[in-house]
Structures are given as C-alpha cells and as structure tokens.
C-alpha cells in the first residue's frame, strides 16, 4: 500500500455506464483509505476513456496485466458474472486482494473452486453483498439482537423491482434475461434479498420454493428486437429459520407500479418494518434507501425509529442512495485489511448464497421442501 492508502484495479470500468461509474469509483473515491490506480475493460479505447475520465495513471485490456501491476494492491471485479471466474483466478494468481461483486460465480461448483484457491493464498476476499452494510439494514440487526421483538416468530419479506415494467429492456440488461448468464432476478435479486433475511433474522433451515416466468418477452429499447425470457421473473420462498421462526419471501421484476421492499421482522414482544421510503425501491435492498419503523406494544401504531449516526460512517460525498452501501463495505474492508479482521462477506458466504439459491431450484423443480445446510 502507497503512502497508507489501498491502490485498486478496477476490471469493468466502463467510462459510460456500469455498476463501477455508479457506485465503486464514487464510493472509492470519496474515502481517504483508497486509491484507485487502474482502469480496465475490454477495448482499448474504453480503457483510456476511463482512465481520462477518472483521473487514473493506468488502463488496461488485460485482467492478468492489470492484477500483476505493483501499483494495485486490490483488485475490484464489476463485470458480468460469466467473467468472474478467470478474472479472480487472475487477481488470485497475482497475489492480490479481490472484491468481487455478486454473483461470485455462474455456478456453485466454481464458486466452491475460488473459495479453494483463495484460502491456499492467503489474501483477503470479499463478495459485494451489500445490503449487510445499509445503516437502517445493520441498525434493525442490532435492535433484534438486543430483543427489541422479542423472539422472533416471523419475516415477511416482499422486494418488487421495476425492471422491465413497462416491456421494454436497455440492450446492455439483455443478457440478464437467460439464467445462463447467472444475473437474473433469482440469482441478483432473491440473493441479495436473502443474505439480507439470514443477516437479519438467523439462518434458513429448509425451505420450499416456487419460482415463474410472467413476462416471456420484451422488446430491446430503441429497436424492434424482441428477446425472450426464460429466467424467473417471480420467487416464492416459504422457510423455516434456525430459531424456529417463519419466513415468507417474494421477490419480482416487472412491477408496473410502486415496485418497493418491504421487510418486517415480528415477535413474541414487538415488531420492526424496513420500508423503502421512495423511488430507489426499484433496485432491491442492496441500493435503495431504507427507512425503520418499530412498535412494541399490542394495538400501537408503529414509529419511526431513526438510524444513529454511529450506522453512518462515511463522508457525505459517499451518500448517495446507490453509493452508500457499495462504500460503507469498502470503509469495513479497509479496516480488516489493516487490522486483520473479518468483518466483510467473502468468498465462503458467497459460496453459502450459490447454495441457498440451489436449494430453491431444486425445490422449485422437484416441488419437495429442501433442508439447508451451513458451514
């Protein structure tokens, strides 16, 4: 590390567009414990592009090149998921620290190589589940570990988003219509809806699940393609929790109006609601702002219970409603880079959600209740 801050390759840096432009160099930018020193994607043009645009020294086409550098001491990996297993081994085999975001991997098998080849390297890695870092997210934890509710008896979960809506896609989210490419609603979505749950309310225990594709097709904005839909649009998850409480889980795309998430947490002496306030509910509880509400005495109105600064710790720049997750998990996994700690999701809870999310496939497919195992 450069002077005491973290250098970071970003891979996927497109100048123009992307989760990177919106959320990891905003982010990374704004907190004093980063640098980001390289750029690349996979034309030359939009590598320089990028580097101009963003004021970084260095741009690549190359993974391997970019991950090599010594002046990158952590690489971040924002690209499409079918990438995501060369691009770490890549960053692996230089010996650097990886972000990568989530999905981990196209399937569990190699999410399950990456965890392997990661600990034989002994950096640090991470996957961007980042709902665990939403301030109203880590302060409603908090309250029902201190038995705010009570015991816990019950989670309804119900995360609407609007892609889609209105039958039209952008070309460039095309490719998450086909659940090869392993970015659809069940993979993107119903993942992060349902790391959130288990960081909430306690690990999943068995399931059953349904899953449905409603929308079969979409015209490409701004030609006359049509593209068809076989990924699922709708997940019904009904589940058991570890501490005996139930769970009902409905997470969808193509919601014509008030797509939004909504997350209640009930129990034996209150309960607290995680509500999306406005317009940022369209992209699920990873982005969009969220609001607390709690109530702890029968027939009482619930009240709004604002989140302590203590669950804010990054500068305002970093508080956009997009950015704001993406950069409290980089302030967290600045302090365990230095510190040693493990207070980020890596590479084995990623390896945990791939096989959450078989467990609803498989229950979906077989109509059988699926017991889930954890390490």
């Known amino acids: 590390m450069a002077d005491g801050r973290i250098r970071v390759g970003i891979v996927g840096a497109n100048p123009d567009r992307g989760w990177a432009a919106r959320a990891h160099i905003p982010a990374l930018r704004a907190l004093p414990d980063y640098e980001i020193t390289a750029v690349g994607t996979t034309r030359t043009a939009s590598a320089r592009a990028a580097a101009d645009r963003f004021g970084v020294p260095h741009a690549f086409t190359d993974a391997a090149e970019l991950a090599a ?3 990158v001491d952590l690489v971040a990996i924002t690209v499409k998921v079918p990438a995501h297993d060369a691009l770490i081994r890549a960053a692996l085999d230089a ?4 972000y990568c975001e989530w999905p981990l991997a196209l399937t569990t098998a190699e999410a399950e190589d990456l965890l392997r080849l990661a600990h034989g390297t002994g950096v640090r890695h991470a996957v961007g589940l980042q709902a665990r870092f939403s301030p109203a997210v880590r302060y409603a934890r908090d309250l029902v570990a201190d038995g ?3 015991r816990v008896t019950s989670v309804n979960v119900y995360a609407a988003r609007g892609k889609g809506a ?4 952008p070309d460039f989210a095309a490719y998450t219509l086909d659940p090869s490419n392993g970015a659809g609603t069940l993979e993107v979505g119903a993942g992060h809806t349902l790391d959130a749950l288990e960081y909430l309310a306690g690990d999943i225990a068995a399931l059953s699940a349904e899953l449905a594709v409603q929308r079969t097709e979409y015209r490409v904005a701004g030609t006359d393609d049509t593209v068809a839909v076989t990924s699922p649009d709708q997940i019904a998850v009904a589940a058991v929790l570890a501490g005996g409480a139930t769970a009902s889980v409905h997470v969808h795309d193509a919601k014509a ?8 947490i009930a129990g034996t002496d209150g309960d607290l609601a995680l509500v999306s306030p406005g317009p940022g509910a369209a992209a699920g509880v990873q982005i969009g702002a969220l609001a607390l509400r709690g109530s702890r005495r029968h027939g009482s109105p619930r009240e709004d219970l ?14 956009d409603v997009e950015v704001l997750n993406v950069a409290q998990f980089y302030a967290r996994l600045a302090d365990d880079l230095r510190t040693g700690g493990r207070t980020v999701p ?3 809870t990623g390896l945990h959600v791939h096989r959450l999310l078989d467990a609803v496939r498989l229950s979906a497919a077989t109509g059988t209740r699926q017991e889930v195992t954890h390490p």
């Open 95 to 98: 010996g650097k620290h990886v």
């Open 346 to 348: 890596g590479f084995d």
């Open 148 to 150: 705010y509710v009570g």
């Open 306 to 319: 604002p989140v302590p600064d203590e669950y804010l710790w990054v500068p305002e720049p970093a508080r």
């Open 166 to 169: 209105g039958g039209e896609i």
């Open 69 to 71: 550098h010594p002046d």
């Open 257 to 264: 109006t008030a797509a939004r998430t909504r997350i209640e």
